[in-house]
Structure formats: C-alpha cells, structure tokens
C-alpha cells in the first residue's frame, strides 16, 4: 500500500479544519434545541483536533475564550464574578 503525499496530507488538514469551522458556523443563531443536536459532539471534535495540531488560545487576546471563561467559573481559575476561586480540597 502506498503513502500519501504530504501535499494530500496538508490538503486533507486544511479540508477538516474548514469543515469543522464551517459547520460550528451554521449553529450561530440557533435556540431550539432541536437545532443544537450534535453541536456538543462537533465542538469536542474540534477541540481535540485543536489539541492535536498543538494550537492554544489565551484568553487575554481572546474575546470569545474571555466570554466563555466568565460563565464557566473552576477551581484555580477566574470566574464569573471576576475572583480567583478557592482551591479544592482533597482532604476527605
């Protein structure tokens, strides 16, 4: 069996990367929840090929990640309130 080139490897990468930001796209605006279905599992498929190529965002130069910090508030990080949340005990 032959290999694929690396110019068809990039070409596939580029075609996931531009499907996955197309179809996290078509849910902008979306309420029903009937028209959510599957937004869940598209946007863990994006965030591990995110994970996988190695590309972080900062919340500093990121409005979005910023929003998104601010109404899911855990330990060790700032929360919707704007303060530093208490560390988790694991003394039980």
């Not at 990039?10 to 078509?26: C, D, P």
């Amino acid at each position: 069996m032959s290999q694929a080139s690396k110019d068809a490897l990039n070409e596939l990468h580029g075609l996931i990367a531009e499907t996955l930001t197309g179809a996290i796209k078509a849910f902008k605006g979306k309420t029903d929840p009937e028209d959510l279905k599957g937004l869940a599992a598209l946007a863990n498929v994006a965030k591990s090929f995110l994970k996988d190529n190695n590309i972080e965002a900062l919340p500093e130069a990121n409005k979005p990640l910023q929003s998104l910090a601010s109404v899911l508030p855990f330990p060790g990080h700032l929360g919707g309130e704007g303060e530093e949340d208490a560390p988790q005990s694991s003394a039980g």
